[in-house]
């Protein structure tokens, strides 16, 4: 490795930035510290031999300062969620390239005014402003709205709160009014305006979808894509070709190079760099396209000073100026994949192509990418996109030698854009192999296996992928001894992973968790000592995916089942269940329907026994005190939501969980007296769609409690605060009790 110092010391710098953004976030003191000793350890390197050693330390070091500094405001988070569900005027720029949205467009707005009743606020971050209509906007453009402040909405496979709060975003503003004040200028403008006029070209050369496709394929811009086939290109690993990657930055430099070079002779490198640049910020600048442009600027600047270039010198080099430039880089999955992608393609690729020596060069090549790049994505395309696709190989090997032609082709219907006539000739042959890429996807996204649906893939179990991927690698590479040694890495180091993950699941503390099952309810209770179901929710099939990413594999007993209403939002899960309780718990009235009964009846077949509930009695089930708050006795069984269940779950440690959402305005106000104390969390009535009655909210719930709605897409009843936690946004949320 003294080979390549500076692959050492930027290997050094990325990884302490990354795992101090990860680990020990916005510790400004320790990056104070941190640059202090920076200083005299690189002093070392005078008198220490190997120097390498002090000045990777310093790096190191240096590393963990930048994570660290300049130090943000903590409070910026909880100040901004005061302001939710508030009118505001905001005065700002638009920081970022604007996106469409639901008829409209979205935009990062940096503020420099924002006014809630009259009055000024500061420092609440950025926000993102969303607005329906004709608007036009642009990056650098200062703009003014007017709208409803709101937490930014989540979702259930994508942690989106967590991803804009990496851009200082805590708030969105849905604007009813919206008017760009004056556009921006300067040389910032240029790729937004460049980007523009790109797209316009394309729309008036060639229809749609196409134009869309080709748009994607040359900048890397996914917009007025049809959903069918944005599902039928993810489906069967083609959504990277609307990704600007380092061959259409290679196709990008040659094109430029074989122009420039003529006239400018080895003075073109400069300008060719500049050009690459710029076209990368013409594609939004994602670490892709920053990576990809990166590497590809440092190869021709190689090349134009003489200068052997190292492929792992600069990867890590571009990762270390782009996490320097911005630490935050390390969460996202955009940059993850980028690098880990490339690492896997330089590693694997000449193996695996080797191996398939059979297929003819034009195909062998792509294949072996996609497959390399596949193992060395695993876990994050199993982990932020939910899906892995079998049949992407050959997807890629039907259309990737294809693609330098469409960017080629792409580019120069840019230039054509002032002879639209001819634009519109010359895009026919390009059209063709559009539409025969598009059909690739749609044929072999139908296939049986094209695509393989990941529900939850948990953080250890990458961490045991990659602990098993690395030593097998390096193995490949050894011989005796040393491949011995890294083999036996390879199994031991995932199995202690796996089975100390496995260890910490089975013995979780207590904690609740309110399971997305659409439209309905089920909620598992679980602790040491057992677990507990409230509900199965409308569908066997999410029920089943659902409790299978809560309980361990060996779990198939619960200590006990409660049904709480006989509608199918509640028991239509629970038609063929898998796993035995030991007991099942009911309201002691006369239910209306068939389908509660047949689910018992199943778990009594099992050995299960019945036991009847009603007001103001309790159960020790599973380490939980289950307190009875209705119905109460004699309670009409036929009638909806005064006959239902409603528990009280009571933790050891005190904390507990109500359930009130089968119950009417009527029998919440007689529940009220039944309550024992307030509600550490709370499920709400009918998904979140009703209020609380307001003798229950009083008794119920405290300055503290955690508001919760199980349902699908929808608003919720007016009055509730904008921190309630909902299913259709959170998905399965799990609480600690």
């Known amino acids: 490795m003294t080979r390549y110092p500076g692959l050492v010391m930027a290997l050094a710098w990325s990884v302490v930035i990354a795992a101090a953004v990860v680990l020990i976030p916005s510790q400004p003191?320790?990056?104070v510290l941190a640059i202090g000793a920076a200083v005299p350890i690189a002093a070392l390197a005078f008198v220490l031999r190997p120097a390498l050693v002090a000045l990777t330390l310093a790096a190191a070091l240096l590393g963990l300062g930048r994570a660290e500094l300049p130090p943000t405001d903590p409070l910026v988070p909880t100040r901004a969620v005061t302001f939710a569900g508030d009118i505001a005027a905001v005065s700002g720029r638009i920081a970022d390239d604007v996106r469409p949205a639901a008829g409209g467009a979205e935009a990062l707005v940096e503020p420099s005014t924002v006014l809630v009743g009259g009055s000024e606020i500061k420092r609440v971050g950025n926000l993102l402003v969303r607005w329906r209509?004709?608007?036009q906007a642009s990056f650098g453009d200062q703009v003014k709205a007017t709208g409803k402040l709101a937490l930014p909405r989540d979702l259930p496979a994508f942690d989106r709160r967590a991803y804009l709060a990496q851009r200082n975003v805590y708030l969105e503003l849905d604007a009813s009014s919206f008017d760009v004040v004056h556009g921006g200028g300067g040389l910032a403008a240029l790729p937004a305006m460049l980007r523009q006029r790109y797209?316009?070209?394309?729309?008036?050369a060639i229809p749609p979808p196409h134009s869309a496709v080709l748009l994607g394929v040359v900048l890397g811009i996914k917009q007025g894509i049809p959903t069918e086939l944005q599902n039928a290109l993810i489906a069967t690993g083609l959504i990277h070709l609307l990704v600007l990657s380092g061959l259409k930055v290679a196709v990008f430099a040659r094109i430029v190079q074989?122009?420039?070079?003529?006239?400018?002779g080895r003075l073109a490198t400069w300008p060719a760099l500049a050009l690459i640049a710029l076209y990368a910020l013409v594609g939004g600048a994602t670490p892709a396209a920053v990576r990809a442009s990166a590497m590809g600027g440092l190869a021709l600047a190689a090349t134009h000073l003489g200068r052997p270039s190292h492929v792992w010198t600069s990867l890590a080099f571009t990762a270390a100026a782009m996490l320097g430039w911005h630490p935050d880089l390390a969460w996202d999955v955009g940059f993850q994949l980028s690098f880990a992608g490339t690492a896997a393609i330089i590693l694997l690729t000449p193996a695996i192509a080797r191996r398939v020596g059979f297929l003819p060069h034009v195909l062998r090549e792509p294949f072996a990418v996609t497959c390399a790049a596949q193992v060395g994505t695993l876990p994050m395309m199993a982990t932020d996109f939910h899906v892995l696709s079998p049949v992407a190989p050959i997807a890629n090997a039907l259309t990737l030698p294809i693609l330098p032609v469409l960017v080629a082709g792409g580019l120069a219907l840019g230039a054509l854009s002032f002879l639209p006539d001819l634009a519109r000739i010359a895009a026919l042959p390009l059209t063709g192999v559009l539409a025969y890429i598009e059909q690739v996807a749609y044929l072999l996204a139908r296939l049986p296996v094209a695509a393989i649906a990941i529900p939850t893939f948990p953080s250890w179990l990458g961490a045991a992928y990659y602990s098993a991927l690395g030593p097998a690698i390096a193995g490949a590479h050894l011989a005796g001894s040393r491949r011995k040694a890294v083999i036996a890495a390879a199994v031991i180091a995932p199995c202690l992973i796996s089975a100390s993950a496995l260890a910490a699941w089975a013995n979780a503390p207590p904690q609740v968790s309110v399971l997305n099952v659409g439209d309905g309810q089920a909620v598992l209770l679980r602790g040491p000592q057992g677990a507990i179901l409230i509900d199965g929710g409308p569908s066997p099939a999410?029920?089943?995916?659902?409790?299978?990413t809560q309980l361990p594999?060996?779990?198939?007993?619960?200590?006990?089942?409660?049904?709480?209403?006989?509608?199918l939002g509640h028991v239509g899960g629970l038609a063929g269940f898998g796993r035995a309780a030991a007991t099942v718990l009911l309201p002691e009235v006369a239910l209306a329907g068939s389908a509660w009964r047949t689910a018992a009846l199943e778990e009594v077949t099992r050995g299960a026994s019945i036991q009847r509930l009603a007001a103001g009695s309790?159960?020790?089930?599973?380490?939980?005190e289950l307190q009875v708050i209705a119905p109460e006795p004699g309670a009409p069984g036929d009638e909806a939501g005064a006959a239902d269940l409603a528990l009280r779950a009571v933790a050891p440690d005190g904390r507990s969980f109500c359930d009130f959402s089968d119950l009417d305005l009527d029998a919440q106000t007689v529940a009220a007296v039944r309550l024992r104390g307030p509600c550490t969390y709370v499920l709400l009535p009918a998904g979140g769609r009703s209020r609380l009655s307001p003798d229950l909210e009083r008794a119920a719930v405290s300055a503290t409690t955690q508001l919760i709605?199980?349902?699908?897409?929808?608003?919720?009843?007016?009055?509730f605060p904008p921190t309630v936690l909902r299913t259709d946004q959170e998905g399965t949320i799990t609480l600690p009790l």
Not at 199 to 204: K, V
Not at 618 to 624: S, Y
């Open 29 to 31: 003191a320790v990056g």
């Open 133 to 135: 209509g004709p608007a």
């Open 199 to 204: 797209t316009s070209a394309l729309d008036d």
């Open 258 to 264: 074989g122009a420039l070079t003529p006239l400018l």
């Open 542 to 548: 999410k029920l089943a995916d659902a409790l299978g």
């Open 553 to 567: 594999p060996w779990q198939r007993r619960l200590d006990a089942l409660a049904i709480t209403a006989p509608g």
């Open 618 to 624: 309790a159960r020790e089930v599973a380490g939980f």
């Open 709 to 719: 709605a199980s349902r699908t897409a929808g608003r919720l009843a007016a009055g």
